[in-house]
């Protein structure tokens, strides 16, 4: 099963709109990242936050890390049209090597 | 710097066929990285390199796939015979080492068609 699971599955907002995005991951983590993909394309690393942070900010960005709660957000503030694809968390599980596990994303749309 | 580059783009072809895929990593990067993605999931691995050698290959249906990286550089994925369920993009990865802080970069996918 995957390791994270994002919530909500899809997400519609207007330009200039804050957009929140949630993770919950099961094992105990090194760390978190957070990835974009645009339709039909490849993946693009966005954010990593290790799992003695609590919060990280990256632009437009910002993330969260609870890892009592095994969970965390993803903020996009001001949102853009560009910002339009899918959003997916992904952690390591229990590999010590790169390997990522991803949930399933969310898919934001962005309307100008 | 070039990113990484994968062919085709595009694939479509019935069950039973044969197919392989290539994926070219970023110069100098160490780790290579196979993922499947079904549509509306998440990637999945399929198979890790270092250099040339497997470092994790335990999702990877090896009665009908399998995958190479000779000299350590390119790589490639082949399924043979397909089946319906492969249908999926298939997104090549790279990164530096094989650091868990290492930032994974993708390729644009090979789209998969089985009919």
């Known amino acids: 099963s995957q390791q994270g699971e994002e919530d909500p599955q899809a997400l519609s907002i207007q330009e200039g709109e804050n957009a929140t995005m949630n993770c919950s991951y099961k094992?105990?983590?090194?760390?978190l990242q957070w990835y974009r993909q645009n339709s039909g394309r490849g993946l693009v690393h966005l954010i990593l936050i290790r799992s003695n942070e609590r919060e990280k900010h990256s632009g437009r960005l910002r993330v969260t890390l609870d890892t009592s709660k095994k969970s965390s957000s993803l903020l996009i503030t001001a949102s853009r049209a560009a910002d339009t694809a899918s959003y997916f968390c992904a952690t390591h599980g229990s590999s010590n090597t790169g390997k990522l596990i991803f949930g399933q994303g969310t898919t934001l749309q962005v309307k100008p | 710097e070039a990113g990484v580059a994968q062919s085709p783009r595009y694939k479509i072809i019935e069950k039973r066929q044969s197919v392989a895929f290539w994926c070219n990593p970023i110069?100098?990067?160490?780790?290579l990285y196979w993922y499947q993605q079904i549509l509306g999931q998440g990637p999945k691995l399929l198979i890790q390199f270092q250099n040339n050698g497997v470092v994790d290959d335990s999702q990877l249906p090896k009665d009908r796939f399998s995958a190479e990286r000779l000299k350590g550089v390119d790589s490639t994925l082949k399924i043979q015979p397909a089946k319906l369920e492969d249908s999926a993009v298939y997104l090549c990865a790279s990164s530096f080492t094989i650091d868990r802080l290492e930032t994974q970069y993708f390729g644009p996918g090979t789209r998969l068609l089985v009919l």
């Open positions: 110069s100098g990067h160490a780790t």
């Open positions: 094992t105990s983590i090194n760390n």
